[in-house]
């Protein structure tokens, strides 16, 4: 079955570094693959897409890699700030641009 | 940008009793509506899709007669959850894509926090 894998563990960092999120998949062949960001108790807030012929996607202090061979997405947030503290969801969907399919979301921590 | 208001955000009710939760596009038509429910460190699980106009799609294992979607306008699809049980205590978030051909992530409300005592 599908299977998409974020690291559970929190990722504490601080201010001022590049975050770096891991989300690996099996069993699947995304289309496209999509970052939201998540506050407690708050529905998830888009934040990038990147296709399966891009290889990197930026926004901002955002980055996104996307490696169809490794099946395997990074996210970067660089120069991190405490606002940026939240649970981050990696999201697939398929061709046709198809139902969303989440991993379980990291929490990322950045102290002052 | 694309806004997509849920409500109510909280609400506690008496098990056997019913609870609607609304979803509204307020600046975009959706012809599709997503239903997820999220429990506790958990990831987002698909209920359903909600279509404008016709029946909604039920993923594998969610039960149409308790959790029943209406999607009568291009703004507005309902959840209603019937004959609440407190195993049906959750985060319900719907979810509409205000654009088209894959160039859109999905908007999200805000969520509903419903508890069945």
């Known amino acids: 079955s599908q299977k998409i894998e974020q690291n559970s563990e929190a990722l504490n960092i601080q201010e001022g570094k590049t975050a770096t999120l891991t989300c690996n998949y099996t069993n699947y062949s995304p289309a496209y693959l999509q970052w939201y960001r998540q506050d407690p108790g708050r529905g998830p807030v888009f934040l990038l897409l990147i296709r399966e012929n891009e290889k990197e996607k930026r926004k901002e202090r955002l980055k996104v890699t996307f490696d169809t061979t490794l099946k395997q997405s990074l996210f970067h947030i660089t120069a991190s700030q405490p606002a940026d503290s939240a649970t981050y969801l990696c999201a697939l969907a398929g061709s046709g641009y198809s139902t969303l399919t989440f991993g379980k979301g990291t929490m990322l921590l950045v102290s002052p | 940008g694309a806004v997509v208001s849920q409500h109510p955000s909280r609400v506690i009710c008496k098990s056997g009793t019913s609870v609607k939760i609304e979803c509204r596009s307020l600046d975009f038509q959706a012809t599709t509506m997503f239903w997820y429910r999220q429990f506790p460190k958990q990831s987002l699980m698909l209920m359903a899709t909600?279509?404008?106009?016709?029946?909604?799609?039920?993923e594998q294992g969610v039960e149409k007669d308790k959790f029943l979607i209406n999607h009568a306008s291009l703004t507005l699809s309902t959840l209603t959850v019937t004959s609440a049980h407190p195993e049906d205590s959750s985060f319900y978030i719907c979810?509409?894509?205000?654009?088209?051909?894959?160039?859109?992530?999905?908007?999200f409300g805000s969520g509903t926090r419903l508890t069945v005592v």
């Open positions: 979810s509409a894509i205000p654009g088209q051909g894959g160039n859109y992530g999905y908007t």
């Open positions: 909600s279509n404008e106009g016709s029946k909604a799609t039920y």
